[in-house]
């Protein structure tokens, strides 16, 4: 069964603390990984998409790796605006259509 | 530009009505979703449309039905609201010929069924 799994569920850092979220994938063929940002009464903010191992992206403070298991959403010093939510999404080629399956997100709290 | 809009934002209903949430992309667009999200749950894919003319069904079907009226609308309709379906609902869109491009996503509706 194609699956997502994220941690930690929950994260507080410090205002320059840098961390990383982690987002560990099972599926049979992976057409794309996408990284998104959920802020409260919004929806997700797309961020990233990764299609193979060993591919990266940035943006600002954030850095998106890949690997065949995982991928990993790296926050260099942090402000108090990165705060959201950080869903991880997966494109599996057995999945119909362009369907995502998404995981349960990580909260990020960044205090100043 | 707009994106993706949804309306209504919020509706409060009672267990028996009928519903129809709204969704509409001005990205010229070919697939459109509508996903549910639940405390503890993530998103889930109640049905998709790759493309004008086609519904499919995703994880959580029941209990709803869609309409791909053109390729810029794409409705959700509950015929009898069961409080099960609390929840906020979230239409996405994709587009281009390549099906790995990513979803953009409307800002929800929040629903309640008493």
């Known amino acids: 069964e194609d699956q997502v799994t994220q941690s930690p569920e929950a994260l507080r850092l410090q205002e320059g603390e840098s961390s990383s979220l982690n987002c560990s994938y099972t599926v049979s063929g992976l057409r794309g990984l996408f990284w998104y940002r959920q802020d409260p009464g919004k929806g997700p903010e797309f961020l990233f998409t990764l299609y193979s191992a060993g591919e990266e992206k940035e943006k600002e403070r954030l850095k998106a790796t890949l690997t065949k298991k995982e991928s990993f959403l790296h926050i260099t010093a942090p402000k108090p605006e990165d705060s959201a939510t950080y869903l991880c999404a997966v494109q599996a080629t057995n999945q119909a259509g362009t369907a995502l399956i998404f995981g349960k997100g990580t909260t990020l709290s960044v205090s100043s | 530009n707009a994106g993706v809009t949804q309306t209504p934002k919020f509706q409060v209903l009672k267990t028996g009505q009928s519903m129809t949430l709204q969704c509409a992309q001005d990205?010229?667009?070919?697939?459109m979703y509508w996903y549910r999200q639940d405390p503890g749950m993530g998103l889930r894919l109640i049905y998709y449309s790759a493309s004008e003319g086609t519904t499919d069904k995703g994880e959580v079907p029941n209990g709803y039905n869609v309409s791909r009226l053109n390729k810029r609308e794409f409705s959700l309709r509950l015929e009898s609201a069961a409080p099960s379906q609390t929840s906020v609902y979230f239409c996405?869109?994709?587009?281009?010929?390549?099906?790995?491009?990513?979803?953009?996503f409307g800002d929800g509706t929040r629903l309640s069924i008493l």
């Open positions: 990205m010229n667009h070919n697939s």
């Open positions: 996405a869109s994709s587009g281009g010929a390549i099906s790995n491009q990513p979803q953009h």
